[in-house]
């Protein structure tokens, strides 16, 4: 395609979003609610998303080590248990250790069993995978020196069921919300095209290429995705700032965790302009191809 070309089908399509200023704003204004709303949702699963993945890493095996273990037996089992595939890794925990932490969580009535501590010495295991967990602990359960081994057996297996679960819906919705939106900004685009179905014709019939007649439209598409997506990402942006400064300052003692603002917001914000760009583009393509058959 020649410059000078190129260079006219940009001011025909700048030309025609002045002279088709109020369907321009209707399809816009589409594009606008239906990225608002793709965005937010995103926003929203995806941290759902991190704070499942955060509840999963929390997860480990607490293996009680035989009160009649020497040392030398509490590091042969390190060992095998270090040598599980599935293990990410293995830290040792005094009974003292143990009892301190209690003493913490608990309060300091617990001191009284500084004198005789009740407590088992503890390998606190990590699986590579957290769905790994209830096998791995399985596995070390028929070990030697192996007191008992708590990892929340029957929740963790419900925990892990509901959160796949979760994330399936969350896939689903994300993919039905993005055809619907298509099919939003296809239907506006398509009125707006077709209240200038004379203008196509008539161009057709004077001799203009397809590609003559569609570049046009296909530069409006992508000014309306552009222009659509400005608000979204605004709005957005501002939106998940605040939500993040009030909320996540109170979750720094909890497991789960908000994504962080950057590099975070700024992928949603790429995303809501590609998706702008490529809906609006596809669009004006879908809505203009039964015009270009006289």
């Not at 949702?41 to 509840?55: G, Q, R, T, Y």
């Not at 046009?216 to 400064?245: D, H, N, T």
Request: glycine share 6%; charged share 20%; net charge positive.
């Amino acid at each position: 395609m020649k410059i000078n070309t190129l260079k006219r089908h940009f001011r025909e399509s700048f030309k025609s979003l002045g002279r088709n200023g109020w369907m321009m704003f209707a399809s816009a204004s589409a594009v606008t609610i239906t990225l608002l709303l793709v965005g937010v949702f995103f926003v929203i699963i995806l941290n759902m998303n991190k704070f499942a993945s955060d509840i999963e890493n929390d997860v480990e095996i607490r293996v009680h080590i035989d009160l009649a273990a020497k040392a030398a037996d509490r590091e042969k089992l390190k060992s095998e248990i270090e040598s599980l595939d599935a293990v990410n890794s293995v830290k040792f925990s005094s009974k003292q250790q143990e009892l301190k932490e209690l003493i913490k969580r608990m309060g300091d009535d617990f001191k009284l069993f500084q004198q005789d501590n009740p407590l088992y010495d503890v390998f606190i295991v990590k699986t590579k995978q957290p769905t790994d967990t209830p096998k791995v602990a399985a596995q070390i359960q028929k070990m030697d020196h192996v007191e008992s081994v708590i990892y929340g057996k029957g929740k963790v297996e419900k925990l892990f069921h509901v959160l796949s679960i979760c994330r399936n819906v969350g896939v689903v919705l994300i993919i039905a919300l993005l055809l619907t939106a298509m099919f939003l900004i296809s239907n506006t685009i398509k009125i707006t095209i077709f209240a200038r179905r004379k203008e196509i014709e008539i161009m057709k019939l004077v001799g203009a290429t397809n590609w003559f007649i569609r570049w046009p439209f296909l530069l409006e598409g992508l000014w309306i995705g552009i222009l659509g997506s400005i608000l979204p990402i605004v709005l957005i942006s501002f939106g998940y700032y605040s939500v993040y400064k009030i909320v996540e300052p109170k979750l720094q003692n909890n497991i789960i965790h908000m994504l962080d603002i950057s590099p975070f917001i700024y992928g949603i914000d790429g995303l809501l302009l590609v998706l702008g760009v490529c809906i609006g583009i596809w669009g004006s393509s879908m809505s203009i191809r039964r015009y270009l058959k006289v």
